[in-house]
């Protein structure tokens, strides 16, 4: 049964053929070209009018060799789909700026013929026996790299050759060798993990072409951050690529994520909700929901962001009153402390370094060491007894021999003052009676045996004039 053309396909193939006709030949084409798919804009004064995806013979920086159109920047030029010269600048600055591999030194020749694609189809066969030459010869110098890929072009100017090393690598002889077995330009190029991908992976786990062989000129590095922000998984067989690094996709909405994390209010803030005040627990980021739980009755619902007002972080100054132990207890430490300090201050000053301060009547404090350091700490900080009342008579003095059992040795100094006189260095004391009383005295023995000077038989420690 014959086929035969319908009127209609034959009148959509003469309109598609008069607009054809109507078009320019371009003045100026993009070209992807490589197998790192560089991108170059060359001129082209030929009259053929290709259109995107053609094929090309282009002289670039290192040689004539075989590229793919991808559109062109002048209007009214072969393809529908041009743009112009403005709106690729714009996208090369926003894919990357000065990093982006565009090339602008070359032209395009010609559109491929037969002859050209069957002559590259021929080299590119080569490359398998160009790779393991190339890498027996890098084993038996001993060189750490890896070759990747091999890469002759058509008017094999040169053989370009790439591969990875963890560290810098002296291939001089693995060039000059390369070179006497291929009798051309030898270029040998170190890339990164993410290049390699490029060059030999097809598809990723998404089972889309990998980005960075499909689109991606720049690849900036990923950090943990993006994936974290994002919520997704911190597997690493699930969240890195064909390359073993992390997924370029992880970058794409990496600013679109961090704005909206920085509407949502921080965990553990309050904030208030129409049905009363309440607590951050949690949020969402895309769908900008909150959770939080309300003081009243400690529900916890989801409120919009728009609805919430923000009252600040947890604890503001003054929210909860201080407890009576956090509040009343060290101010009053503080000042018997300073005030102590300003005694020891005033008896400095009135008898000097060297003279030991004695306590007050009825002050229940303890004395100085004879070195001037001061009492133990804790008796400064114990409560200390109200002064008995004045119409109390002094306690009567209690034998020393009675606490310890042992005859002690008399000192000169504890005896009884002068007549007329009220206070003296051996006087009895208003509260000096008791547990308390009796403490004090053996502290004070023991500092009068054991200080400088004591002894069983040695002078006693010297004594300042008693205090007015």
Same mark, same amino acid.
């Given at each position: 049964?014959?086929?035969?053309?319908?009127?209609?396909?034959?009148?959509? *193939?003469?309109?598609?053929? #008069?607009?054809?006709?109507?078009?320019?030949?371009?003045?100026?084409?993009?070209?992807?070209?490589?197998?790192?798919?560089?991108?170059?804009?060359?001129?082209?004064?030929?009259?053929?009018?290709?259109?995107?995806?053609?094929?090309?013979?282009?002289?670039?920086?290192?040689?004539?060799?075989?590229?793919?159109?991808?559109?062109?920047?002048?209007?009214?030029?072969?393809?529908?789909?041009?743009?112009?010269?403005?709106?690729?600048?714009?996208?090369?600055?926003?894919?990357?700026?000065?990093?982006?591999?565009?090339?602008?030194?070359?032209?395009? *020749?010609?559109?491929?013929?037969?002859?050209? *694609?069957?002559?590259?189809?021929?080299?590119?066969?080569?490359?398998?026996?160009?790779?393991?030459?190339?890498?027996?010869?890098?084993?038996?110098?001993? *060189?750490?790299?890896?070759?990747?890929?091999?890469?002759?072009?058509?008017?094999?100017?040169?053989?370009?050759?790439?591969?990875?090393?963890?560290?810098?690598?002296?291939?001089?002889?693995?060039?000059?060798?390369?070179?006497?077995?291929?009798?051309?330009?030898?270029?040998?190029?170190?890339?990164?993990?993410?290049?390699?991908?490029?060059?030999?992976?097809?598809?990723?786990?998404?089972?889309?072409?990998?980005?960075?062989?499909?689109?991606?000129?720049?690849?900036?590095?990923?950090?943990?951050?993006?994936?974290?922000?994002?919520?997704?998984?911190?597997?690493?067989? #699930?969240?890195?690529?064909?390359?073993?690094?992390?997924?370029?996709?992880?970058?794409?909405?990496?600013?679109?994520?961090?704005?909206?994390?920085?509407?949502?209010?921080?965990?553990?803030?309050?904030?208030?909700?129409?049905?009363?005040?309440?607590?951050?627990?949690?949020?969402?980021?895309?769908?900008?929901?909150?959770?939080?739980?309300?003081?009243?009755?400690?529900?916890?619902?989801?409120?919009?962001?728009?609805?919430?007002?923000?009252?600040?972080?947890?604890?503001?100054?003054?929210?909860?009153?201080?407890?009576?132990?956090?509040?009343?207890?060290?101010?009053?430490?503080?000042?018997?402390?300073?005030?102590?300090?300003?005694?020891?201050?005033?008896?400095?000053?009135?008898?000097?370094?060297?003279?030991?301060?004695?306590?007050?009547?009825?002050?229940?404090?303890?004395?100085?060491?004879?070195?001037?350091?001061?009492?133990?700490?804790?008796?400064?900080?114990?409560?200390?007894?109200?002064?008995?009342?004045?119409?109390?008579?002094?306690?009567?003095?209690?034998?020393?021999?009675?606490?310890?059992?042992?005859?002690?040795?008399?000192?000169?100094?504890?005896?009884?003052?002068?007549?007329?006189?009220?206070?003296?260095?051996?006087?009895?004391?208003?509260?000096?009676?008791?547990?308390?009383?009796?403490?004090?005295?053996?502290?004070?023995?023991?500092?009068?045996?054991?200080?400088?000077?004591?002894?069983?038989?040695?002078?006693?420690?010297?004594?300042?004039?008693?205090?007015?």
């Amino acid at each position: 049964m014959p086929i035969l053309p319908l009127p209609q396909f034959e009148a959509d *193939l003469e309109e598609d053929r #008069k607009l054809y006709e109507s078009l320019k030949p371009p003045t100026s084409i993009v070209v992807r070209f490589g197998v790192l798919r560089m991108i170059g804009e060359f001129p082209y004064d030929g009259q053929a009018k290709p259109g995107c995806g053609s094929k090309l013979v282009v002289r670039t920086h290192r040689g004539t060799e075989i590229g793919e159109m991808l559109t062109s920047t002048c209007p009214n030029a072969g393809c529908s789909k041009s743009i112009t010269r403005k709106e690729m600048l714009e996208y090369i600055e926003n894919s990357g700026g000065k990093d982006y591999p565009f090339f602008n030194q070359g032209k395009v *020749l010609r559109v491929a013929t037969p002859e050209d *694609l069957n002559e590259q189809a021929r080299l590119d066969g080569m490359k398998k026996d160009m790779l393991n030459m190339a890498r027996q010869i890098a084993g038996d110098l001993g *060189l750490p790299m890896k070759i990747v890929e091999a890469e002759p072009i058509l008017g094999r100017e040169r053989v370009t050759f790439y591969f990875t090393s963890e560290e810098r690598v002296d291939f001089r002889d693995l060039v000059s060798r390369l070179a006497g077995q291929l009798h051309t330009r030898i270029e040998l190029r170190q890339i990164g993990a993410r290049d390699e991908a490029r060059i030999t992976a097809d598809y990723e786990k998404c089972g889309q072409h990998c980005c960075c062989k499909q689109f991606l000129k720049v690849l900036k590095p990923v950090s943990m951050k993006s994936a974290k922000v994002q919520k997704a998984t911190l597997d690493p067989l #699930k969240i890195s690529g064909r390359c073993g690094r992390l997924m370029c996709c992880l970058r794409y909405e990496d600013q679109t994520y961090t704005e909206l994390a920085k509407r949502l209010p921080r965990k553990k803030w309050r904030v208030e909700t129409s049905e009363g005040t309440g607590v951050v627990i949690d949020g969402q980021i895309l769908t900008q929901l909150v959770l939080v739980r309300l003081d009243h009755n400690g529900a916890d619902i989801a409120v919009p962001v728009e609805e919430l007002t923000v009252l600040g972080p947890p604890g503001p100054p003054g929210s909860q009153p201080p407890t009576q132990g956090q509040g009343g207890e060290r101010p009053q430490r503080e000042g018997r402390r300073g005030s102590d300090q300003g005694s020891e201050r005033s008896g400095r000053d009135g008898g000097g370094r060297s003279q030991e301060r004695r306590e007050r009547p009825g002050s229940g404090g303890a004395p100085n060491r004879p070195d001037g350091s001061g009492g133990d700490r804790r008796d400064r900080e114990r409560p200390r007894p109200a002064p008995p009342p004045t119409s109390r008579p002094p306690a009567a003095p209690v034998d020393d021999r009675a606490d310890d059992g042992a005859p002690q040795r008399t000192d000169p100094s504890m005896s009884e003052p002068a007549s007329g006189s009220s206070e003296g260095p051996g006087a009895a004391q208003p509260g000096s009676a008791g547990p308390e009383g009796r403490r004090r005295r053996r502290r004070r023995r023991r500092r009068r045996d054991g200080g400088p000077g004591g002894g069983a038989g040695g002078p006693p420690p010297p004594q300042g004039p008693p205090r007015a």
